[in-house]
């Protein structure tokens, strides 16, 4: 149940994204995960940010785990498409679903983070 602000711990240290515009209610996981991974402007691409959070509305819809970062437009996309002129100069990550007990702790909170000031990221936990 959604509640108190959820603050994500220092060794959970990543970016959340605020997917406003881009979740649905009934998306597919992988729906999800591709809304989450790519395409960003000015992302900051530090290896200290472990973690990706999916957030809609501040709740925290899913938590993957970074594994590095390329140039958008390098891997494939299965439920988005976009132009060439979109992804120029942005930045996906590679990753996967964190580990089910890290799932566990956030799934469905109310994700404590600074103000966004119109970035679709913020740092969390750092």
């Known amino acids: 149940t959604v509640g108190a602000l959820t603050p994500i711990a220092r060794e959970d240290c990543g970016l959340a994204f605020i997917l406003n515009s881009t979740y649905k209610s009934g998306m597919s996981d992988l729906e999800l995960f591709e809304a989450t991974r790519g395409v960003w402007h000015n992302v900051p691409r530090d290896p200290s940010l472990k973690y990706a959070y999916a957030t809609y509305g501040g709740i925290i819809k899913e938590v993957y785990e970074i594994r ?4 958008a437009g390098e891997q494939q996309y299965f439920t988005r498409s976009f132009e060439e002129s979109h992804i120029k100069n942005r930045w996906e990550f590679v990753g996967r ?3 089910q007990n890290l799932r566990e702790k956030y799934i469905g909170k109310l994700i404590d983070k600074d103000r ?3 970035t679709p990221f913020v740092k969390v936990g750092c």
């Open 68 to 71: 590095n970062w390329m140039k």
């Open 97 to 99: 679903k964190a580990h």
């Open 116 to 118: 966004t000031y119109g």
